[in-house]
């Protein structure tokens, strides 16, 4: 069946460092491809997305690109900030019987240093 | 229009009891899923409801988890016969369930204590 595999956390950065969160999937289809954030305190909200091959999501400085060949779809910032601490999801959603299902990975726990 | 909504936001009980927590979705979206947060991280997959098809019943952890869905809208799980290792956030998301690259939007969870 489709998973998303995303690399441990917890991840530990200085403010203004280069982040990346590793995403990998597994799917029988086509699926579209997500990136979800929980803030400390608040609800899991959708931070970008793609819906096919080679496209990038942006949003908040945050990029992510799908990669049909690597089966992958990594979460990059260039500048973290104290404020993107949180913890991100990797998700995928696939056509099934039912419709479409979405999956998440585990998620990553992102801390940022002052 | 309304996010989805959760009730209730807190429920501390006693091992052994019998627990109800409900989902209200947004309006229209067919798709309904129940999701268990430990430690305010993993997000632990329970169970999907998708319009009229027999719920995708596959993440359920025990015979005490349970859950239905009335008229296509307003979902209840249930655990019965409590244990403390069921203390956790219980999260329900909901989309429109039939298009491509659909947003999930999470309600903002029950939390449950076990004691």
């Known amino acids: 069946g489709d998973s998303v595999t995303q690399m441990e956390g917890p991840v530990t950065l200085s403010e203004e460092a280069f982040l990346t969160i590793n995403c990998t999937y597994t799917?029988?289809?086509?699926?579209?491809l997500f990136w979800y954030v929980q803030y400390p305190g608040e609800g899991l909200q959708l931070l970008l997305k793609a819906t096919k091959a080679d496209d990038k999501g942006s949003n908040k400085g945050f990029e992510a690109t799908y990669r049909k060949e690597t089966t992958s779809f990594h979460l990059e910032k260039g500048s973290v900030q104290v404020s993107d601490s949180a913890v991100y999801f990797c998700a995928l959603s696939d056509l099934n019987y039912r419709g479409f299902k979405t999956i998440f990975g585990a998620g990553t726990r992102l801390f940022v240093k002052a | 229009g309304a996010g989805v909504s959760q009730s209730p936001s807190n429920k501390v009980t006693e091992k052994g009891k019998d627990v109800e927590l409900r989902c209200d979705p947004i309006?229209?979206?067919?798709?309904l899923y129940w999701y268990r947060q430990s430690l305010g991280q993993g997000l632990e997959f329970l169970i999907y409801?998708?319009?009229?098809?027999?719920?995708?019943k596959s993440g359920l952890p025990s015979d005490r988890f349970s859950a239905e869905r009335t008229g296509g809208s307003v979902s209840t799980l249930t655990i019965q016969r409590t244990q403390q290792e069921d203390s956790a956030v219980y999260l329900c998301?909901?989309?429109?369930?039939?298009?491509?690259?659909?947003?999930?939007?999470f309600g903002p969870g029950t939390r449950l204590l076990v004691l």
């Open positions: 309006s229209g979206h067919t798709a």
């Open positions: 799917a029988t289809g086509y699926p579209s």
């Open positions: 998301a909901s989309s429109l369930g039939d298009r491509e690259g659909e947003t999930q939007y």
């Open positions: 409801f998708q319009g009229n098809s027999a719920p995708d």
